[in-house]
Nanobody
Framework: QVQVVESGGGLVQPGGSLRLSCAASRRIFSINAMGWYRQAPGKERELVAAITSGSRTNYADSVKGRFTISADSTKNTVYLQMNSLAPEDTAVYYC?????????????WGQGTQVIVSS
């Protein structure tokens, strides 16, 4: 069992920046991948950014060049640095941790952190 806790959300003006944190109760080296998803009101949850155990990253087209995902193994934490925020980025942001043990793959989700981009 893995516990996942997000933090760092809040209210920010358009063009501003915010850094989200995702802390896992398992060492990052034992985690296959971690990702950030978001869900806006009335919309489906979508992938924002992900990072694998090999430090490979991928981003949704809508956030490329603005968001950066990174990991700090000493803190078992991944971060999402969000720059040039726009109202369209308003959503609840969720962290997902994927753990693979043999043929079994398990996903663990945090409770989410609210991001509101508004003037």
């Amino acid at each position: 069992q893995v516990q996942v806790v997000e933090s760092g959300g809040g209210l920010v003006q358009p063009g501003g920046s915010l850094r989200l944190s995702c802390a896992a109760s398992r060492r990052i080296f034992s985690i296959n991948a971690m990702g950030w998803y978001r869900q806006a009101p009335g919309k489906e949850r979508e992938l924002v950014a992900a990072i694998t155990s090999g430090s490979r990253t991928n981003y949704a087209d809508s956030v490329k060049g603005r968001f950066t995902i990174s990991a700090d193994s000493t803190k078992n934490t991944v971060y999402l640095q969000m720059n040039s925020l726009a109202p369209e980025d308003t959503a609840v942001y969720y962290c997902k941790v994927t753990v693979v043990v043999g043929p079994e793959e398990s996903d663990y989700w945090g409770q989410g952190t609210q991001v509101i981009v508004s003037s």
